[in-house]
């Protein structure tokens, strides 16, 4: 590792280094380029408020008419313009920003105008999700994809640091994984002209794969296929779900993360998340924490006290049975649901969250499911009738992960597939790994955007997803 | 940072653990468990080689009839069986292996047979393809699996070192990116019963996103949105091509690394792609020594000088133009292409491979391509005829890197699409960034396989793919 980096990166000083660095740049000439947030022209000196996106914070740049040749120019260049500014950094600890550039030059690189969009009044969330392209200069979207991009990178270390290899499973798959909702289907056949066999039907040998594809909808199948290998891994990448429910919790398309264990079973399962989720919420906290001071503030006022109280206690666990008990106490006491509860139900986001937020005040796991609303995959309990199943609910969110060990036993998952009356042929790959060397695994899945909304407080999914695609909506 | 992450792992041993930790963990008792490489049976004792993928190491293991009540057992127990076996770690210096297992107790997880498909004599690459679930068991695939994924870390350390910000780009489309190649559609339509408006046309407003929507070839377009606001971005996903091109370089299904830089011009883009490549590449040799040995001895004899030699030493830079003239100098000295060489011409692949194999013997950026031949954006040159572009071409792989300076003027960008016949509608989004506050900018699209590929010397893609998906192939 010889690289020195540094030097690739030497052109202009970014302004998070202006902050790191303050005390060794201070009383230096530094380069800095990036976009106007604001201009107070004062006449014969002028206030420039400039963002590169290298941090949260803005750089104070004071000009003076006397020293830059374009004072007028650049006091009317407007909101949103690029500026590359050469001056000399001066230390201001006193003042509330501690540092402040007097600029010697200043170069207009790309004007803005009176018509730009992020000007800097207060705009709705719906407005902003029109003009996509434009909306990560506020500082809303700054927050929040900065934290999305930190806690990507935060999943990432944990899992390597443990050792975990990175599996990219893929994205179009012949299979329906789970059956586990609609997909969409990828074709490079002609729609205004299907070609058909004889019998009339599509004639899928003229279509690219030679057969229907669709979109994954999960790659916990193909990563258990890895983990027979590797022990652990895990994989981070897009999935879809066709589903036409236009709610501020789904989109069609959204990042899931989905390790894979072997030799692990359920109880080892949920360490783990806990242990990731933990490691996550402390990295954004460290390395987001001007961002996530704003969002505080702004966006969600319990987001910090939450996220600290979360990154430091143990999460409770519950069984599915007695979760159920809980919430017909809770019934017997007056609280109001309004789907039914009982024995059998799969929960409603309202029970996850009155189980979470108002029973047990911190993030839950829910073991151990009824066998009938849960996937083929998961282990049967000894009682016959639930799986090992958790599912990690959390304030504000419900379901955040859902996991379980996974049936190894290879006549206990045939007769499963035969129950439900699904195609063995389907799974025979799957089935594969029961037969050689089949050993007791576990994993989960965990909903990346739902993870950002938790960290960042936003309650619309649209808004942690650049460019977000949903029943209607696929523009940018 | 307070959390004890080891806590969470304690259960079993890993075997890499064993190796990194061999001097305190000698004479101790330890759990491991893994799946069975080969057995040797010698009747009163006898040896088990366990794999557990947490390295490319196997431990040997010794079992003694006297010790072991199930000797027979485990000594018939078959290749990829998985064991759970408890025992006391001897060093053992003085032999090939540093270490070995005597085992007390050995548990059948899972047995294998006779039938298991990945016995221990060499296979051809063909078949194994046709066992993608349980390829990742062998030598090979278990070395070029982990080098993808520690690749796969080492940019987004490189990157996030740099305070960039990671950007998941869009996988739906409704534009067409760059026109850059066949794409796939993607459509909740059925297909045996099209809807149609009544001119007799597909009724795209049945369709999922209320108009046809296709796979993504690229995310630069929408990663530019986020540089104008961060000012260094990268994304990282899948990208796909419906191209019917069935060779050992195409997928239609791949990875691709776009980083897209504000206030970066196309000298300054070579620089990061360099960094980069040399950064990936000094931590896959640092990170992955046992796995590139192997590939070094049994798939491509000069992958670690290779490796060595370009993580050290300067890339090379020519302009097209000057590279033409190196190729038509060749050409009067004898050397002969199947495709003619003169100015204006793409380059094909054996050009590309005489220039870095032959000419230069080492990586080299060829830059300022025709107009002709390169994407609407990028940036004029002062020429009128050629082009800010810079691919970098790699011994063995031809071009791995295509990157460009972008067109940050909006009247010669407005003028490039309209003399394009392109839709300036489609693109209004793209021009936008470039009427409020355009910069100079650059950026570069990486294919991961392709780096895969350079890294391991493996020469297929369908071999550092997971589950490869080309024409008439996506089965698991």
């Not at 380029?33 to 963002?51: H, I, Q």
């Not at 899931?256 to 360490?271: R, T």
């Not at 996937?375 to 419900?398: E, H, Q, S």
């Not at 938790?454 to 029943?471: A, E, Q, W």
Request: a negative charge; charged letters at 25%; glycine letters at 6%.
């Amino acid at each position: 590792m010889s690289l020195d980096l540094e030097e690739v990166f030497v052109e202009r000083t970014k302004i998070a280094a202006l902050y790191a660095d303050a005390e060794q740049l201070g009383g230096t000439e530094v380069t800095v380029a990036g976009w106007v947030r604001s201009v107070r022209d004062m006449k014969n000196f002028g206030f420039v408020t400039l963002n590169d996106g290298s941090c949260f914070k803005d750089l104070q740049v004071v000009m003076n008419r006397e020293i830059c040749a374009n004072y007028d120019a650049v006091a009317s260049c407007g909101v949103g313009a690029a500026l590359i500014i050469h001056g000399v950094l001066e230390l201001t600890l006193e003042r509330p920003q501690p540092i402040e550039l007097q600029a010697h030059t200043i170069a207009i690189e790309g004007a803005s105008s009176p018509e730009y969009p992020m000007q800097k009044k207060r705009q709705s969330l719906e407005y902003l999700r029109t003009q996509q392209h434009l909306r990560p200069r506020t500082n809303l979207f700054r927050a929040v994809f900065r934290v999305r991009s930190v806690a990507a990178y935060a999943i990432h270390k944990f899992f390597q640091d443990q050792g975990f290899v990175y599996v990219n499973t893929p994205i179009i798959t012949t299979s329906d994984a789970e059956g586990a909702g609609e997909m969409f289907q990828v074709t490079t056949l002609d729609l205004e002209n299907i070609p058909r066999t004889d019998a009339g039907k599509v004639d899928y040998t003229q279509d690219f794969f030679d057969t229907s594809a669709h979109l994954t909808v999960s790659g916990q199948l193909q990563a258990e296929n890895f983990a027979m290998a590797f022990g652990d891994v895990y994989t981070f990448g897009p999935t879809f779900r066709a589903e036409n429910s236009n709610t501020r919790r789904h989109a069609a398309e959204f990042w899931m993360i989905e390790p894979e264990m072997a030799f692990c079973d359920l109880a080892q399962d949920m360490d783990i998340a806990e242990a990731m989720l933990q490691y996550v919420i402390s990295y954004v906290l460290e390395h987001c924490a001007d961002e996530l001071e704003m969002l505080n503030k702004f966006v969600d006022k319990g987001l910090l006290e939450r996220l600290h109280h979360v990154a430091t206690s143990e999460f409770a666990r519950v069984s599915y049975t007695d979760a159920i008990s809980i919430l017909e106490e809770a019934i017997s006491q007056g609280e109001k649901f309004n789907y039914p509860v009982k024995w059998g139900i799969d929960l409603q986001t309202e029970h996850e969250r009155y189980l979470t937020e108002k029973h047990f005040k911190k993030p839950v796991f829910v073991t151990d499911y009824p066998a009938e609303i849960k996937a083929f995959y998961m282990r049967t309990n000894d009682d016959g009738k639930t799986v090992a199943a958790a599912d990690c609910l959390v304030p504000g969110i419900g379901e955040i992960i859902g996991g379980s060990q996974r049936e190894e036993r290879l006549d206990v998952l045939e007769q499963r597939i035969k129950d439900l009356d699904m195609d063995p042929e389907q799974y025979k790959y799957y089935l594969d790994l029961r037969r050689y060397g089949s050993c007791t695994h576990s994993g989960f899945g965990l909903g990346f955007e739902r993870l950002v909304m938790y960290l960042t407080g936003v309650d619309n999914i649209r808004d942690v997803i650049p460019h977000p695609r949903t029943v209607g909506n696929a523009e940018f």
